[in-house]
Antibody
Framework: EVQLVESGGGLVQPGGSLRLSCAASGFTLSYYWMHWVRQAPGKGLVWISHIDSDGSITTSADPVKGRFTISRDNAKNTLYLHMDSLRAEDTAVYYC????????????????WGQGTLVTVSS | QSVLTQPPSVSAAPGQKVTISCSGSNSNVGNSYVSWYQQLPGTAPRLLIYDNNKRPSGIPDRFTGSKSGTSATLGITGLQTGDEADYYCEAWDSSLSAVVFGGGTKVTVL
């Protein structure tokens, strides 16, 4: 059974940093593109970033570009999202998502989701 | 303001059919596969449709997807109370080099 378990969320002050982790099990992480998607309270889904199977290709959405960094450690079966210069508008539940397309881009789709971890940016 | 446009809400009686539209442009829906997700209250989203019209294992055939030009549609037949949820479309936008979602549609079973 595929499992994605996010951790690392919490309360952080504006301008602060946080690192989210996503522990993957039930499949071989190194075969898959992975994504982070967030959802602000009461709002819709917003894609944040993706990374290809070996970490050589990463792309991030404009609102987080230069502040958030996606990475992975396939040996540890773990996906990461390092977040710097956090703002109040970054407050959201952050989901780790598995993409089985093997190609990303216009072929990407989100088959498996974690339960999400809440990040609250507030003073 | 979402790149993909969905109606905020749709409703129908149990057993009836609803359709949810997802309108985009040539930089996204028109040149990308479209996926659909269901999000029940308080839970993570679930994949319903991928590659425009394919269902993952375990998704009933009451859920169908289609695409024509720059618009996509999710259909739900035999509506059940358990279908009350938010539904999102998703595609790749080549101009933004980003995945984009619709704003979501709330389905209410009357």
């Amino acid at each position: 059974e595929v499992q994605l378990v996010e951790s690392g969320g919490g309360l952080v002050q504006p301008g602060g940093s946080l690192r989210l982790s996503c522990a993957a099990s039930g499949f071989t992480l190194s075969y898959y593109w992975m994504h982070w998607v967030r959802q602000a309270p009461g709002k819709g889904l917003v894609w944040i970033s993706h990374i290809d199977s070996d970490g050589s290709i990463t792309t991030s959405a404009d609102p987080v570009k230069g502040r958030f960094t996606i990475s992975r450690d396939n040996a540890k079966n773990t996906l990461y999202l390092h977040m710097d210069s956090l703002r109040a508008e970054d407050t959201a539940v952050y989901y780790c998502v598995r993409d089985p397309s093997a190609r990303g881009g216009s072929w990407a789709y989100f088959q498996d989701w974690g339960q999400g971890t809440l990040v609250t940016v507030s003073s | 303001q979402s790149v993909l446009t969905q109606p905020p809400s749709v409703s129908a009686a149990p057993g009836q059919k609803v359709t949810i539209s997802c309108s985009g442009s040539n930089s996204n829906v028109g040149n990308s596969y479209v996926s659909w997700y269901q999000q029940l209250p308080g839970t993570a989203p679930r994949l319903l449709i991928y590659d425009n019209n394919k269902r993952p294992s375990g998704i009933p055939d009451r859920f169908t997807g289609s695409k024509s030009g720059t618009s996509a549609t999710l259909g739900i037949t035999g509506l059940q109370t358990g279908d009350e949820a938010d539904y999102y479309c998703e595609a790749w936008d080549s101009s933004l080099s980003a995945v984009v979602f619709g704003g979501g549609t709330k389905v209410t079973v009357l």
